[in-house]
């Protein structure tokens, strides 16, 4: 009887095959969710530290991080370098929309060639590159010699600018007129307005208000491309952040200017993004 009674209890202690499988298969797919989250962080964070632990921190702080040296761009890195991102990329954005609202209504016309027209100009200024546009533009003068665009370089960027963004707004516009309802134009008509009159006064403010989200990524789209005014030959007085970045780099051999240039561009570009993805929110209704 004490045999039988220790066999028994030995048989509890014993390790079945292919138990610790079956248990590890009991697990919820919230634990596993849980494990395989804590081996991410794990790795991450030991990814940080061996970065950490690499970096040569005082050759950092010396080439990025020079304090003399991003003084010496102040106060042009905002009294000339921003204001002239700023000018740029505004009107850019004023051309753009502009124009971006006529090839719209052009694509959504009734008449058979302001469709080609506008279809054509939409596939061709957004599959070239802009930089190929703007080197185009500057050598504008070797084409047609008596051209001339007010404000100079100012003008010939906001030419440059205007034509990217309008053929990636004019699709914006687009969309968003035809998520207007139909029956907006259809009350419009029936009450004998013009059907111009009806697009303006009634459409088209609806699908601003849409298209609002969208346009203001375009807007961070731009201020970023204001980058390629360089091309067009700027002065001292027309640079603009990323040109100013780099000639303070060159001058003082150190690439601090350049960060600084980019904190710039991060200082404008992510409350806009923000504000962009807000708007969205709002439009949604979350």
């Known amino acids: 009887m004490d045999r039988y009674r220790a066999l ?93 609202l006529l090839l719209a209504l052009m694509r959504l016309s009734p008449v058979a060639p302001y469709r080609w027209i506008a279809a054509v100009y939409v596939e061709v200024f957004r599959g070239l590159p802009a930089l190929v546009i703007f080197l185009m533009i500057s050598a504008l003068p070797l084409a047609f010699p008596s051209f001339w665009l007010p404000g100079g370089v100012y003008g010939m960027a906001a030419l440059g600018l205007g034509l990217v963004s309008a053929s990636y707004m004019a699709e914006t516009f687009r969309a968003g007129i035809q998520a207007v309802p139909k029956g907006q134009m259809e009350a419009a008509r029936s009450l004998g307005m013009p059907y111009m009159r009806a697009m303006t006064s009634i459409v088209i403010p609806q699908a601003i208000r849409i298209v609002i989200p969208p346009l203001t990524n375009e807007l961070v789209l731009l201020f970023k491309d204001s980058s390629l005014v360089l091309f067009l030959g700027v002065t001292a007085g027309q640079v603009e952040l990323a040109k100013f970045g780099n000639d303070q780099s060159s001058t003082f051999a150190s690439p601090t200017p350049i960060l600084v240039s980019g904190i710039t561009y991060l200082i404008i570009t992510i409350p806009l993004g923000y504000l962009a993805r807000r708007l969205e929110a709002r439009r949604d209704g979350r």
């Open 8 to 100: 028994a209890v030995a048989g509890r202690h014993m390790t079945v095959p292919g138990a610790e499988p079956a248990a590890r298969a009991r697990l919820s797919p919230r634990e596993r969710q849980r494990i395989s989250r804590g081996v991410q962080y794990a790795i991450l964070v030991a990814a940080i530290v061996a970065l950490a632990l690499l970096a040569d921190w005082p050759a950092i702080r010396q080439a990025f991080l020079n304090a003399e040296v991003a003084a010496e761009g102040l106060p042009e890195l905002f009294t000339v370098a921003l204001k002239n991102t700023v000018i740029y990329t505004f009107t850019g954005f004023a051309l753009g929309f502009a124009l971006g």
